[in-house]
């Protein structure tokens, strides 16, 4: 894995020592680090905390890191496989694709394909652009609830929150990161065909729709048919059914 990084996950990644700055930064790209994503670390701070801010460069898929300490890439490194291995494996459930053994199989080729990683300076402004707007939701929700999510299920929730959300690169067609990544996990360590990621991503949509039904028939009218409320719902955010 190749995380590249802003200046400030730079520093959030430095310790001193005895006067002596140690970081996690290499000094160029491990070529046996290289794999199919690409990854971009920025970090910020809440509540006295610092948060990692972790995006896929190509998907734009997102993961939040609370309150790891100053110079701790190992324990950053850890939640990042953990985290990214259970939304894998929840998004897996919610679209009934790969069986729980296959499943394992397609994680387990994630870890040996991606033994080695590196931490290298390096900004993709489009990306950062993203970051930031995921930084503005953190800061939004420590607002709201007075306190950062310290609980990992929350936080896990607080990531399918923010990679359920429209988004384009450079101007072009709008897409949800979460269904791009896990159809490039399925694509690049599960062997499944661009036909095959094409019904997936429909598997992805017809989820959205049922779960948008739930909360339109919890909090509306139930004279007004849950059908039109959703194509109301759609049509206001300017989106096809």
């Avoid at 200046?7 to 006067?19: D, F, H, M, V, Y």
């Amino acid at each position: 894995m190749q995380f590249y990084c802003s200046k400030a996950a730079a520093e959030a990644l430095e310790t001193t020592q005895k006067g002596k700055v140690k970081s996690w930064l290499e000094a160029a790209p491990v070529p046996e680090a290289a794999g199919p994503w690409a990854w971009q670390v920025h970090a910020i701070k809440l509540a006295r905390q610092n948060v990692f801010i972790v995006m896929e460069r190509e998907t734009r898929f997102a993961m939040v890191f609370w309150g790891i300490k100053k110079g701790d890439g190992e324990t950053l490194l850890k939640q990042f496989y953990e985290r990214m291995v259970n939304l894998l494996l929840c998004m897996n459930q919610d679209v009934n694709w790969l069986n729980a053994a296959d499943a394992d199989v397609a994680i387990e080729q994630i870890l040996q394909r991606n033994k080695r990683y590196c931490f290298v300076a390096g900004v993709d402004r489009s990306v950062q652009t993203h970051i930031n707007e995921v930084a503005r939701f953190c800061e939004g929700e420590v607002h709201e609830i007075g306190s950062l999510l310290m609980d990992a299920d929350e936080a896990a929730g607080f990531d399918e929150a923010m990679n359920d959300t429209l988004r384009s690169v450079r101007g072009g067609d709008y897409f949800y990161p979460n269904a791009v990544f896990f159809c490039s996990w399925a694509r690049q360590y599960a062997g499944a065909s661009d036909e095959l990621c094409l019904e997936l991503e429909a598997r992805f949509q017809r989820v959205r729709h049922e779960r948008m039904a739930m909360r339109v028939a919890k909090h509306s009218d139930s004279s007004i048919p849950v059908y039109e409320q959703i194509m109301a719902v759609l049509q206001g955010k300017g989106l096809k059914p």
